[in-house]
């Protein structure tokens, strides 16, 4: 019995080494397909896919180039006829249904060399063009990998100045088609991830938190939504750029770190949003403590007064409200009527 099984296996080796190809039979055996024509568009394939197989990168680029002048061709149309001002674009025309899976493998005969670039338009061809093709979701997943790759790229400056290498606008793109692409899959849901990272590396954070916020609509039940709340906060926290700036952002993580630990509790101390909420008031008192401090410049102590009043509503308890008190007392107390220093007298 073992003997027979390692000859089985000798030759099922053997005819994979070789590029035989089989097709399970009526009896559940495995039986030859037939080799295909001499010169045509099926043994060109085959054999695109045995220089692949060897890793022959050159010598499969050039089968795959040649095969595509011969079973493509190209005609020159005007989108919109009669409009002399649209200008003429080409368009590919296959004459083989297997145009999709020759340019796959074209793709990553060049992805293989590192030509990341040629090869990222071989794949964004099938996608675009060739929806019926077998390899139609290998060049999608394809684009997605690629994106990610220049997504951790640092952008290359000549002469630190001049950028010669920033990959965002392809990011962006590749990353959004796939989504679009391929609807509530799991590969749409980490193109929706990689394309939130992105941003956040970018530093671009109203954008990561519009992503973040795309994901957990399309994506409910993803076992990242932790992720993707967190950067919704992370993003709106860093939108405010100090005291003297907007606080929407600001407020913006607090209404979602308190809505989060009412509905989640669970989740919430997972991503520790106490912890997060706390930071995120004492930011916010120390922004609002800021007006206060303007009404007092512009000699508008009873203003100052009335707001640190209302700052005593929702922060008294975080590690800034003592030393707001006793600024009050100290710069605004003396310099308003006295009917109105219980404004101040009453602060908790």
């Known amino acids: 019995m073992r003997t027979v099984l390692f000859m089985l296996i000798l030759a ?28 045509s568009a099926e043994e060109g394939l085959r054999n695109a896919r045995r220089a692949i197989a060897r890793e022959a990168w050159d010598q499969a680029e050039t089968i795959c180039r040649d095969w595509l002048t011969r079973f493509t061709s190209t005609a020159r149309i005007r989108p919109l006829l009669g409009d002399q001002d649209v200008p003429v674009v080409e368009v590919e025309q296959a004459q083989s249904p297997l145009v999709g899976e020759v340019r796959l493998l074209l793709g990553d005969a060049l992805r293989a060399r590192g030509e990341l670039y040629p090869a990222a338009v071989e794949y964004e061809t099938v996608a675009r063009s060739y929806p ?11 684009c ?74 399309n994506h409910p039940t993803t076992p990242q939504a932790d992720l993707a709340r967190r950067r919704i906060v992370d993003a709106n926290r860093r939108l405010w750029n100090g005291p003297e700036n907007d606080l929407s952002g600001l407020e913006e993580a607090s209404s979602i770190l308190s809505y989060f630990i009412a509905e989640d509790p669970v989740a919430a101390q997972r991503i520790d949003s106490a912890q997060q909420l706390q930071e995120v008031q004492e930011d916010l008192v120390q922004s609002e403590w800021s007006t206060a401090q303007w009404y007092l410049r512009s000699g508008d102590p009873v203003s100052a007064a009335y707001e640190v009043s209302r700052l005593a509503d929702r922060y008294a308890d975080t590690t800034l409200w003592p ?10 107390r003396p310099l308003i009527p006295i009917p109105l220093r219980s404004l101040v007298d009453e602060l908790p």
């Not at 951790?152 to 400056?157: G, I, L, N, Y």
């Not at 010669?164 to 392809?170: G, I, K, L, P």
């Open 132 to 142: 019926d093709s077998p390899s139609w979701l290998d060049a999608v997943e394809r």
């Open 144 to 217: 997605y990998e690629i994106a990610v790759i220049w997504s951790k790229q640092e952008p290359e400056f000549l002469l630190g100045i001049f950028p010669v290498s920033d990959w965002t606008e392809e990011v962006e793109e590749l990353l959004i088609r796939v989504q679009e692409r391929v609807p509530g899959s799991i590969l749409a849901e980490r193109a929706g991830f990689a394309l939130m990272e992105f941003y956040f590396r970018e530093e671009n954070y109203r954008l990561t938190a519009d992503m973040a916020a795309i994901v957990l609509e």
């Open 323 to 332: 030393k707001i008190k006793a600024w009050a007392n100290e710069k605004i």
């Open 12 to 39: 099922g080796t053997s005819n994979i080494a070789s590029g035989q190809a089989f097709r399970l039979n009526d009896e559940d055996g495995w039986s030859p397909l037939p080799e295909p024509a001499a010169g």
